[in-house]
C-alpha cells in the first residue's frame, strides 16, 4: 500500500508479469500466474528479535544477522489477525483509569488532611 516492493530470498524485487491475470501464492511462498512461476516470495527473520527496532509505521530495521525462514506456510486469501484482543484492553484500560482515579482520591484527600492540621497548628 506504501509502495513498498516484495522481494525474493536473494532481496531482489519480484515482478509480475504484465499479461498476468491472476496471481496465485502457494504454501511455499512460489508466486504463479497462469500456472507459470516467476518468483518466490523471501521470508526472513533475525537471528536476535532483539536487534529490532521500529523504523516507521509497521516497518521494522534489524541492526543483525537475518537468516530464512525454514519450511514457510503461506496462505493465499487471509487476512492476518491482529494479537490484541480490542475487548480485553478495553477493559484493562478502563481497570488502569479507575485505578488512577482512586489513587487521586487518596492524593485529593490526604492533601486536604494535611491542610487541616496545618490550620488547626497554625492558631
Given amino acids: 500500500m506504501d509502495g513498498h516492493r516484495l522481494?525474493?530470498?536473494?532481496?531482489?524485487a519480484i515482478f509480475v508479469p504484465?499479461?498476468?491475470?491472476?496471481?496465485?501464492?502457494?504454501?511455499d511462498g512460489t508466486l504463479s500466474a497462469q500456472g507459470q512461476p516467476f518468483g518466490q516470495v523471501g521470508l526472513v527473520r533475525p537471528v536476535d528479535p532483539v536487534t529490532m527496532s521500529r523504523a516507521a509505521g509497521t516497518l521494522?530495521?534489524?541492526d543483525?544477522?537475518?537468516e530464512?525462514?525454514?519450511?514457510?506456510?503461506?496462505?493465499?486469501g487471509?487476512?492476518?489477525e491482529s494479537n490484541v484482543d480490542p475487548m480485553l484492553e478495553l477493559t484493562r484500560m478502563i481497570e488502569v483509569q479507575r485505578a488512577y482515579?482512586?489513587?487521586?482520591r487518596l492524593l485529593d484527600s490526604e492533601d486536604e488532611r494535611i491542610k487541616s492540621v496545618i490550620q488547626t497548628l497554625g492558631r
Avoid at 530464512?68 to 493465499?76: H, I, R, S, Y
Fill in 7 to 12: 522481494l525474493d530470498a536473494g532481496g531482489a
Fill in 18 to 27: 504484465p499479461d498476468a491475470r491472476s496471481v496465485e501464492i502457494s504454501r
Fill in 60 to 62: 521494522f530495521a534489524v
Fill in 64 to 66: 543483525g544477522a537475518i
Fill in 68 to 76: 530464512p525462514v525454514e519450511a514457510p506456510n503461506m496462505l493465499q
Fill in 78 to 80: 487471509f487476512v492476518e
Fill in 101 to 104: 482515579e482512586g489513587g487521586q
